[in-house]
């Protein structure tokens, strides 16, 4: 049996390509708008396959927000921090501002208690004075020693109403005892002048009145030992610089309340013979002893030249002595270095000297002086009342000045 293949006629073959969907590139569709270019860039241009153009805009970015609570906690330490500089700094301009007023409370008090020691020296030097005046009467004496008394009086009292800063006040109290010392002893001395004026005994008054200035001379101590010394060491404790304080020296002859000093006072005050044969008997005069030289001690001679080293501290140094019976006071010495166009004059005192006493006075600041050149240093020394000899109270130098 033969079988028979069925044959099917071919089909003719179209031209048509069929149509095959390739999904290789998952892309969202393009969204374009009419008359807007598409937002997507060309892909040769992602990969720098071509030139670039302007760059197109983004949109906006998302702020990044910080985690719920940060910035309200940041903002409370932000103020607390701020608030804890403002306190700090209040403090301290509070502390500056105590510390200015403390240096200035100190300040004005040691100005005042200043003012009250110039006082007192000028009232020091009032009665050394009085003390040393040729031919001043008993009862001149008295007055000028009751007023006196009460300017020592009235600077005392100032001093006890001063308004001392807590720590100075103990130094405070010592300026009244200094103060205080001072009128007791001025009352003193004007007491004993008074009582002693018909005694006979001159050495028993002269050591009287010498027990009443020791008053004077323990105020010099008690201002320096107590309240000088007590001031600063407040004031290094406290830091404050700058702040001067005031010293006050009464006494201005050192030797004034001794026996020594005030027999002779008293014998020349009232008028009562001395052992010499009384007062105004005897010899008067004084006398040069010698010139020195300051720094360096050398002497100078009346009969060679000198050559004087002159430097920034240069000084002579002038001793004079009584030759006499009888105290002189008040004695003037000048140096004069005679040299061209203009000489140099200097003077200075002595405001009392006694008997066999020598004292000595020193001239300074010689800012211009001749150098290289011989010149003449001369001291003369003004003659007391009633001095017969006057040749030896001045003498002349040879001096040639130099620079080491």
């Given at each position: ?33 009419s ?72 300040r ?21 004075d ?102 600063v ?25 001794s ?53 920034t ?44 006493e ?38 002349e ?8």
């Open positions: 049996m033969v079988t028979v293949a069925r044959i099917d006629p071919v089909k003719p073959m179209s031209n048509r390509e069929p149509d095959f969907e390739f999904d290789f590139f998952d892309e969202p569709p393009t969204q374009e708008a008359g807007q270019r598409s937002l997507r860039r060309p892909l040769g241009r992602q990969l720098g396959g071509g030139p670039r153009g302007p760059r197109e805009p983004r949109g906006p970015r998302r702020p990044i927000r910080p985690a719920p609570g940060f910035t309200p906690l940041a903002r409370l330490v932000g103020l607390v921090a701020f608030a804890i500089l403002i306190v700090v700094l209040l403090v301290l301009w509070v502390q500056s501002c105590q510390e200015d007023q403390r240096r200035d409370s100190y004005s008090y040691l100005g005042e208690v200043a003012a009250v020691a110039r006082d007192s020296e000028r009232v020091g030097r009032e009665l050394n009085v003390l040393t005046t040729p031919g001043i009467k008993p009862a001149d004496l008295d007055k000028q020693l009751a007023g006196l008394v009460q300017q020592q009086q009235l600077g005392a009292n100032q001093a006890l109403e001063l308004d001392a800063p807590g720590p100075l006040r103990p130094a405070n109290r010592s300026v009244v005892e200094a103060l205080q010392f001072r009128v007791s002893g001025l009352q003193g001395l004007a007491a004993q002048f008074r009582e002693t004026r018909d005694s006979k005994d001159a050495a028993a008054a002269g050591a009287n009145l010498a027990a009443e200035a020791q008053r004077l001379v323990a105020s010099d101590v008690v201002w320096e030992d107590l309240f000088i010394r007590s001031a060491a407040e004031l290094r404790a406290q830091g404050f610089t700058g702040i001067r304080v005031p010293d006050s020296n009464f006494v201005q002859t050192p030797d004034l309340a026996s020594r000093s005030m027999v002779p006072i008293w014998q020349r005050i009232n008028g009562t013979p001395a052992a010499t044969g009384g007062t105004g008997a005897g010899l008067h005069g004084t006398n040069i002893v010698g010139v020195r030289v300051r720094p360096g001690g050398q002497q100078l001679s009346t009969s060679t030249e000198n050559t004087v080293v002159a430097s501290d240069l000084a002579f140094e002038v001793a004079v002595a009584n030759g006499g019976d009888n105290q002189e006071v008040k004695i003037e010495v000048t140096l004069t270095i005679q040299q061209s166009p203009t000489p140099v004059t200097k003077k200075a005192t002595i405001d009392l000297i006694n008997p066999e020598t004292k000595r006075v020193v001239f300074r600041d010689f800012p211009s002086l001749d150098f290289g050149e011989l010149r003449t240093l001369r001291i003369d020394v003004e003659p007391v009342p009633q001095e017969k000899i006057v040749e030896n109270n001045s003498g130098y040879k001096v040639i000045f130099s620079v080491e």
